[in-house]
């Protein structure tokens, strides 16, 4: 990667999503005193495994959150949220499932006042059709209601209508969907596509739903935590996430339902998971708006705290937003100054949205995915997004393409405060390529798909296995050092165990964030 010069750019409300940025590079490592470090082949990436609580419970931990115009239906939204991370493709005999004690929930703000208009509810059952077996198919599946599929689950949707935080309508809109397995293999499941079209739905309405096993899509390097990339370099460029499989839940809606107006297009989108507690009540168990934030913008006092709340009450957690950790954390690490304090220019990406962009009139400051609607999707989008020029894309919502740790590594070097750069984790797209219509997620890897030797193999074609001593002669300003360092009273600060080649490279002119 080399620099490049830009032109011409204009940048309205400059810095306003640096905390953002902070956020992601410490993903990997930069996180609050007292988290452990994770077992070797896991990381913790866009909220998978984010707070103590909820990382024990993995049915229940919502990932990932993407809301984008559909490329191939613009007068629809597609809305994609995860579940379940890490999941290992051999995992049998028993494999991946949504809880059939939780209620999946995507809620939408169709007005800026920080309270739930719709909420789209899903609700899943567990069917068995052999109990005398440990098998989760007893011969090689054909079709969802092969008879050789001996676990499946179905799943409904309802829509919950609201008005001051009050439910005033509720609507069944779909019921017993079939969810897509998971993909045990090619001897199980020779056509694992044919099974995943079969689990697309379209339901009254111009409505398409689907629910089922997906390839993660979140793509970036966050491999810190094994000696320093392999003790020399030898990993960086690998995809942390590749190989492992998310439970996928999308919905393709036409934007009319969700939006308030022609007039005022912009939504705002969060997703949860709620599950009863020892009294029999619902109780909200995990919390997703925009990625990271509760992952490393929450200190883990507010961790459990912010998965239980709600959007309303994000007043509580304000000065995690305006008196950030992070940034100073990266000051040490990387001799960036810090920004001055309070940090009122964040404020605009994580609970109002950006101005001229993706904030609604008289909106009430809150944190989750915010989405303008009436700005149409690109024939190639840019990975870099909004950063590039591209306004349909993250944190105009987000699309599965958007590489949001780059546009983070970017901004917290200084991008949006005039200290121009091109840095990134090598990692520049996700292993699969996403579908081209709905649910858009790429298939799964299935359990017959043994993880080779590949990062090996790439790392001897690349020439990064002579030791840490054939480095250095190279390293220039480009070349960061991510340190480990404070330890004491037993208890660890993991301010970050590992080594990121971070390099610039040649991209055309960027066009500003605002036309």
Known sequence: MTAITRSGR??????????????????????????????????????????PLISGQ????????????????????TLVANWLPFQEPAGGPNFYTFANDARYD???????????????RFTFKDHRKNEDTFLYNTGAVESLDDPDLNFTQTYDIDLLRLEHGKTVSEHK??????????????ASMPDYQKLRDQAVKKVPGGIKAFAGQADDPFFLDLRVFDLLYGGDLSEV???????????????QVPTSYIQESKEQPIVGIYSTTERKNAYGDWTRVSRLGMPLVNEVVNPVKDKDKFNASSPENDGDFLKNVTEPELPKLIEAIYDIKAPAEPREDLVS????????????????????????????????????GVLDGDTAGFPNGRRLTDDVLDIALQVVEGELVDSKNDLGDAVDANEKEFGKSFPYVALPTAGSDVKSGEAAT??????????????????????????????????????????????????????????
């Not at 460029?237 to 919905?251: E, S």
């Not at 101005?355 to 190639?380: C, F, G, H, W, Y």
């Open 458 to 515: 790439k790392s001897n074609a690349t020439g990064l296995t002579g030791g840490m001593s054939s480095f250095t002669g190279s390293w220039d300003n480009n070349t960061v050092m991510l340190a480990s360092a404070a330890s004491g009273a037993g208890v660890v600060l993991l301010l970050g165990l590992g080594m990121m080649w971070l390099r610039s490279r040649r991209r055309p002119e960027r066009r500003s964030w605002i036309a």
């Open 173 to 186: 809109v779909a019921k017993n969907l079939p969810v897509a397995p998971s993909n045990v293999g090619k």
């Open 10 to 51: 204009t940048w309205r409300g400059r810095g306003s999503v640096a905390l953002l940025a902070c956020g992601a590079l410490a993903a990997g490592g930069l996180t609050a005193a007292g988290v452990a470090v994770l077992e070797p082949g896991t990381a913790s990436a866009s909220s998978h495994r984010e707070a």
């Open 106 to 120: 995507i809620h939408i703000d169709s007005d800026g006042d920080a309270q739930d208009d719709l909420l789209y």
């Open 58 to 77: 993995p049915q229940f931990d919502n990932t990932d959150l993407y809301a984008f115009v559909s490329p191939d239906h613009p007068d629809t939204t």
């Open 237 to 251: 460029g690998n995809d942390t996430l590749k190989g492992y499989n998310v439970n996928t839940i999308a919905l």
């Open 349 to 384: 990406v994580f609970l109002t949205g950006v101005e001229d962009l993706n904030q609604p009139p008289n909106v009430t400051a809150s944190e989750m995915l915010r989405l303008n609607t009436s700005i149409k999707p690109v024939a190639e989008p840019k990975r870099l």
